[in-house]
């Protein structure tokens, strides 16, 4: 921490995990900490920043305006203070911001208040991970998650939106196997019509690679990716349609605030996880906040407005200024907008995932 920083007066109240930490209005701690790094991605993903809306064009954050490494470990030494046990590095697509591996470095070095080290972990598209699986595994990073959405070439580059090669990802998680970057896991958005047809495909592929996969239903998140509900295939169907070539069993969560349902195959030779929001919701163990690159802090993934930090940051606030907004914004958190979705609720403004970092 820095020299200006120092402990509030009042106990952390005990959490609902029975660890210290900051609860919000609903008795959820503060967990898990999802950082955006950029908002910019080499992908123009059908759903979530497509092509036709996120062109040449599109005005994306001005240098200036992005947070610095300093500033994004600061924050995140503060909300580590808070309780949070999760770091997890996001964009946009993280890896095209520049010297990724020495933010990675400042965040291992974090302790939480009890002395152990931080969960570091990293979301990625995998198409630059190659040249740098390697470094990042040296500066610290425990585990990465790579989204891919199939393993079927035409499937793949027609949903990246930039003619991209299944290969390289692959490749890319090699990379990461041989650097030691493990457990990884892969995330699968599903959407009808586009890329159902892989899901059982994406299921054998994993299993017999070693992987966790984790299905994820298509979900209104911003406002630019037409969602329709009709467009959802439900953890329900995902889990029914591996069950029949590779029987499962359902497995209880890891921790609580555990995303994804987990479901193991019943011959013993690997899990999936099925991360449900539409249809399943699961707000009442969120335990996650989402710095944005632009340093706004979001307390749910669908969040229309978020609370400046790099405003204050860069006012000169001291850790005991930051801390206390940190605090005011969690503990005043109401959040629950999986289990209040209704089709009137898809329509209203949010902000869009690649700047909030899902």
């Not at 390697?134 to 891919?148: E, F, K, Q, Y």
């Not at 029949?244 to 479901?263: I, K, Q, S, T």
Request: proline residues 6%; hydrophobic residues 40%; negative net charge.
């Amino acid at each position: 921490m820095h020299a200006d920083s120092s402990p509030t007066t009042s106990p952390a109240p005990a959490s609902f995990d029975g660890r210290p930490g900051l609860l919000d209005t609903r008795g959820r701690a503060l967990r898990d900490l999802r950082i955006s790094v950029t908002d910019r991605c080499n992908f123009r993903c059908t759903y979530c920043m497509p092509a036709e809306v996120f062109g040449r064009d599109f005005a994306f954050l001005p240098h200036a305006e992005v947070l610095t490494y300093e500033e994004i470990e600061r924050l995140a030494a503060i909300a580590v203070e808070l309780g949070v046990q999760k770091l997890r590095i996001t964009g946009g697509e993280p890896l095209v911001r520049k010297a990724l591996p020495d933010l990675i470095e400042m965040l291992a070095a974090l302790r939480t208040p009890g002395g152990d080290p931080v969960d570091l972990t990293l979301t990625t598209n995998a198409s630059a991970l190659r040249p740098l699986a390697a470094p990042l595994a040296d500066a610290g990073l425990n585990r990465i998650t790579v989204s891919l959405d199939s393993l079927d070439d035409a499937t793949f580059r027609r949903m990246n939106g930039v003619d991209f090669p299944v290969t390289r990802v692959l490749d890319g998680i090699d990379a990461a196997r041989e650097a030691g970057l493990a457990p990884i896991k892969v995330n699968m958005v599903v959407k009808r019509g586009e890329n159902e047809d892989s899901i059982v495909p994406m299921a054998r592929w994993a299993r017999d690679e070693g992987l966790v996969l984790r299905y994820i239903e298509y979900m209104d998140v911003g406002t630019t990716n037409g969602w329709r509900l009709d467009d959802v295939v439900s953890a329900a169907d995902i889990v029914a349609a591996i069950d029949v070539e590779m029987p499962l069993e359902p497995v209880d969560p890891n921790y609580r605030g555990e995303v994804a349902g987990r479901w193991r195959y019943r011959d013993g030779s690997g899990e999936i996880g099925v991360i449900a929001s539409v249809t399943q919701p699961f707000c009442g163990d969120c335990t996650r906040a989402r710095l944005s690159a632009d340093g706004k802090l979001y307390t749910c993934l669908f969040s229309a407005h978020g609370t400046d930090l790099r405003g204050p940051l860069r006012a000169g606030a001291s850790d005991t200024d930051l801390r206390s907004i940190l605090e005011g914004v969690w503990s005043t958190r109401t959040d629950r907008y999986s289990e209040l979705r209704t089709s009137a609720t898809s329509h209203l403004p949010r902000i869009e995932m690649f700047a909030v970092g899902g």
